[in-house]
């Protein structure tokens, strides 16, 4: 599929977001917010629920579907206390070892100046550095945009699934654009290069999984693609409930270590 065409369709304004999949997915889902340091970020939703039996920890970003909630969630792109509380309820997972559930949907971290003021590089590189070493199981599922660090924070995981139509990049393709060549309508070229689309990210060994999606995309067929993510999920997390924290640690760390490698070795 062409790059403008896959593009199209990830950012479809009806395509399911974090919420809708929260929602028919974890129908007891118990919300928790804040950061217990500066306040609550509405562009990530976290809390606790249970899948077939089996209590986890969800979390978020949250893509608006029209103008009052892009502005609600300030178009996905988390501040610093969006990051802290992604870091509070994962450290809380790890208290009571429930397996954390990670939705990544985010055009990147907000980058105003506010943010900056408050630690924006720091509360993402605790996420990074923390979730490197967590001691219960991580399951990150790739929505639609996984934007830069904003993304990142969310995707130090055993487990990364990516929906069809779903990217992951280190810089949005209408900013690279901007950088390398002064001119952002080459987005698509771009997009192109950085290899963004979730089977490129397969074979480099990104990405883990990607599950099939309607021929134009999640929005097509909502409810099947959230019992798509529901059968995963359930799968997946008895999987790695399994294995020890040890042995899970080491083969957290081992597949980031080997990422690209092939590509090395072969160049």
Not at 124 to 133: G, P, R, T, V, Y
């Amino acid at each position: 599929m062409e790059v403008v065409d896959f593009l199209k369709i990830a950012h479809h304004n009806k395509r399911p977001n974090s919420q809708y999949y929260i929602k028919n997915i974890f129908p007891d889902f118990i919300e928790i917010s804040g950061d217990r340091l500066y306040g609550d970020d509405p562009s990530v939703v976290s809390g606790i629920a249970t899948i077939d039996g089996i209590p986890v920890t969800v979390i978020g970003q949250l893509k608006g579907r029209n103008l009052e909630e892009h502005i609600n969630y300030n178009f996905s792109m988390s501040k610093p206390e969006g990051y802290r509380k992604i870091l509070r309820l994962m450290k809380q997972a790890e208290k009571f070892r429930r397996p954390v559930i990670c939705f990544v949907d985010t055009l990147g971290a907000y980058p105003g100046k506010e943010a900056e003021e408050r630690g924006q590089g720091n509360a993402i590189a605790d996420c990074l550095m923390e979730s490197m070493h967590l001691q219960t199981p991580i399951i990150s599922i790739l929505l639609g945009d996984g934007g830069s660090g904003g993304a990142l924070a969310l995707c130090i995981a055993d487990l990364i699934v990516a929906l069809e139509y779903a990217t992951l990049s280190v810089i949005a393709p209408k900013a690279c654009a901007n950088i390398l060549w002064k001119d952002s309508s080459r987005e698509i070229e771009a997009a192109t290069l950085l290899k963004m689309q979730a089977n490129a990210l397969f074979e480099l060994g990104v990405v883990n999984k990607i599950l099939s999606e309607p021929e134009e995309g999640a929005h097509m067929a909502p409810d099947v693609m959230a019992d798509k993510i529901y059968e995963l999920l359930k799968k997946e997390i008895k999987y790695y409930m399994t294995i020890s924290i040890k042995k899970l640690i080491k083969e957290r760390i081992d597949k980031f270590n080997n990422i690209g490698n092939k590509y090395l070795i072969n160049g």
